[in-house]
Structure formats: C-alpha cells, structure tokens
C-alpha cells in the first residue's frame, strides 16, 4: 500500500496521560500536514511540514501539542497531559510540493478518546 | 478573511436522483485552489477534484460535474443519478498562499436512499 499511513488507528486514553501518533506519507511527498476534526465539523489545521522543517503551527496547538518529522519521512505527534477536549479524530495528509499546487492525501486517521 | 460556506448541512435523495452540493468561499487572493473531498463512513478523506482560480472551465468526470463560478464565489459539486455508495460527508476547501494549507467548509452529509 503506497498510501497515507497512521498508527494507532484508534486510542483510547485517561486524562493526564501522555498519547503520541504516528504519520507514514506517500514516500516521495515532501509536505505533511497535521489536522484535527470533530463530530461535524471539517478538519482544522494543526501544523505542517515541508522536508523535516516545521514551517507553520496553528493556534489552536497548545503547548502540549508537539510535532516533529526527524529524517524528513515519517513525523509523529504527541499530546502531554490529555483532556478530555483534545478527543477527535487526528489526521494527516502528504502532498508533493511542485510548482504548480498539488492536492494533499489523507490517511484513515487516529481517533482518540479521552476519558 | 477566508472562509468556505457550505449551506447544506445534509441531504437525503432516493437513488437515481440529480443532486448539487453547494460551496460558496471567500478570500481576497488572486490566485488560489479549490477542492472536493468526499469523507465516506469509513472516515478517510478521498479527494476529488481541485481547480484553480484562474480556470473557470467546467469539468465533468463520470457522475460527477463541478460547475466553478468565480462572479458568485461558488464552486458546485453535481452527482448526477446518485447512488448509494454516494452516500458520504464531502467538503469543500480553499487552498492559497504558500503554505497551502486548507481552510475547510464544515461538510454536507449526503444520504443516497435506495
């Protein structure tokens, strides 16, 4: 499979507890976006990545939000100190950064529960 | 400001019906990217379409048509002869500047009945 991939798909956690998630891009894809959506509403930017350089952090990303993407390839997300509001689903898309605009794919996306 | 506007919270059809799914956005760019999306109840985000602003060309791909309208801010999506496997949340985004980030409508869930 040669697409998006996220690990876990699902995790469930208790409050205060430290979560982090896993992104595998499409391989040659030089971009990674990280998102975060809720029942019924669309995805809400959390921070992106071009190479291993993190160009852009939301201000919806508190600092118990961390992201990195060490080699440039796969990137991870932690979350310190869980709420309960930090409970949705976790996306992450790859694009291929050219000179003209590409789309971004989305993996299937980590949902998390917090208790 | 930008903004993605989709009206349409949900939308129920028998199967077989013609049915458009309405976006209308806002931004001060010159240049910029528009998108579909169709989010099934799998949950994994399938792309559809992109068009840029500069091209106002229709485009028609199978059941699917998207009628981009740059005087009305709109960029519609039409699922001719709908089918149950239609049935999805799909969204509409605006993408600009060089982060190219995407800003978001908050989706219209299509339920295609048989």
């Known amino acids: 499979d040669t697409g998006v991939s996220q690990n876990p798909r699902h995790k469930i956690t208790k409050r205060g507890q430290n979560v982090t998630f896993r992104c595998d891009p499409i391989s040659e894809h030089n971009r990674l976006y990280w998102y975060r959506q809720t029942l019924g509403q669309g995805p809400e930017f959390l921070t992106y990545f071009q190479n291993e350089a993190q160009l852009e952090k939301s201000r919806l990303l508190s600092d118990r939000f961390s992201a990195e993407r060490p080699k440039g390839s796969f990137s991870t997300l932690e979350i310190q100190r869980t709420e309960q509001g930090d409970s949705a689903m976790y996306l992450c898309?790859?694009?291929?950064?050219?000179?003209?605009?590409?789309?971004?794919?989305f993996g299937p996306g980590t949902r998390l529960t917090v208790l | 400001a930008q903004k993605v506007t989709q009206a349409q919270t949900e939308i129920s059809v028998v199967e077989k019906e013609d049915v458009t799914l309405d976006c209308v956005y806002e931004t001060r760019d010159t240049t910029y990217y528009l998108f579909w999306y169709k989010q099934p109840p799998s949950g994994e985000l399938v792309f559809l379409i992109r068009r840029n602003s500069f091209d106002e060309q229709n485009e028609i791909s199978g059941r699917y048509s998207w009628n981009f309208q740059k005087s009305t801010s709109s960029f519609n999506f039409t699922i001719t002869a709908s089918q149950v496997v239609d049935s999805a949340v799909y969204f509409c985004?605006?993408?600009?500047?060089?982060?190219?980030?995407?800003?978001w409508g908050l989706g219209t869930s299509l339920a295609v009945n048989p």
């Open positions: 898309a790859s694009s291929l950064v050219l000179a003209a605009y590409n789309e971004q794919f």
């Open positions: 985004a605006l993408g600009n500047g060089n982060n190219r980030k995407l800003i």
